[in-house]
């Protein structure tokens, strides 16, 4: 399965902290995605890496994509509790994009 | 539109009623998706339509789930004798182009069979 698996399942931190969220997967990508999910709806998408890419910001994320490893991390910095969410990575391979189960944020102000 | 417009945004029914789930996606996307997700999960992708090529099933779950497209507009998902295992949040995504690309997603339908 080309399924991304976040780590931690949930994740509870001070407002101000970092918040570092992983991602592994198992197969080829084009490109990996994160995406952001409140109250259980419709997704955002926060940041979209290609497989040639090792890292990309965007205001306070960072993305950082090891092919070689499988894996990428999400960086959330001075975290604000409006961040609490789940957030989700997503890959793009040969089929349509495959989502994992997510990580549970939850900054505390 | 403006967004991806998903309709109903809430149905309860009764097992083994018929529903028609419906989406708008973003004017000019070729390429539509549906997922579903059962509380506290991730998304599990059940079909997904590229322009006027036949579209991935793969991911339906029984031949209960059936979805069309009428071009590149308004999509349904029908799901004929629902089960209670069926209830969920259904999410329909658009993107410009491709298997590759960002998605916009809906809001969502969160159907309960009771």
């Known amino acids: 399965s080309q399924q991304g698996e976040e780590d931690p399942q949930a994740l509870s931190i001070q407002e101000g902290e970092n918040a570092t969220m992983n991602c592994s997967y198992k197969?080829?990508?084009?490109?990996l995605q994160w995406y952001r999910q409140n109250s259980g709806r419709g997704l955002v998408h926060l940041i979209l890496?290609?497989?040639?890419?090792r890292e990309k910001h965007s205001g306070r994320l960072r993305v950082t994509l090891d092919t070689s490893k499988k894996s990428s991390s999400l960086l959330i910095t001075a975290s604000r509790a409006a961040d609490t969410a789940s957030y989700f990575c997503?890959?793009?391979?040969?089929?349509?994009?495959?989502f994992g189960k997510g990580t549970r944020l939850s900054v505390i102000a | 539109g403006a967004g991806v417009s998903q309709s109903p945004s809430n149905k309860v029914t009764e097992k083994g009623k018929d529903v028609e789930l419906r989406c708008d996606p973003i004017?000019?996307?070729?390429?539509l998706y549906w997922y579903r997700q059962r509380l506290g999960q991730g998304l599990e992708f059940l079909i997904y339509?590229?322009?006027?090529?036949?579209?991935?099933k793969s991911g339906l779950p029984s031949d209960r789930f059936s979805a069309e497209r009428t071009g590149e507009s308004v999509s349904t998902l029908t799901i004929q004798r629902t089960q209670q295992e069926d209830s969920a949040v259904y999410l329909c995504?658009?993107?410009?182009?491709?298997?590759?690309?960002?998605?916009?997603f809906g809001s969502g339908t969160q159907l309960s069979v009771l």
């Open positions: 997503a890959t793009a391979g040969n089929t349509p994009l495959v």
């Open positions: 339509f590229q322009g006027n090529s036949a579209p991935d």
């Open positions: 197969t080829s990508i084009n490109n």
């Open positions: 890496i290609r497989s040639n890419e």
């Open positions: 004017s000019g996307h070729t390429a």
């Open positions: 995504a658009s993107s410009r182009a491709g298997a590759n690309e960002k998605l916009f």
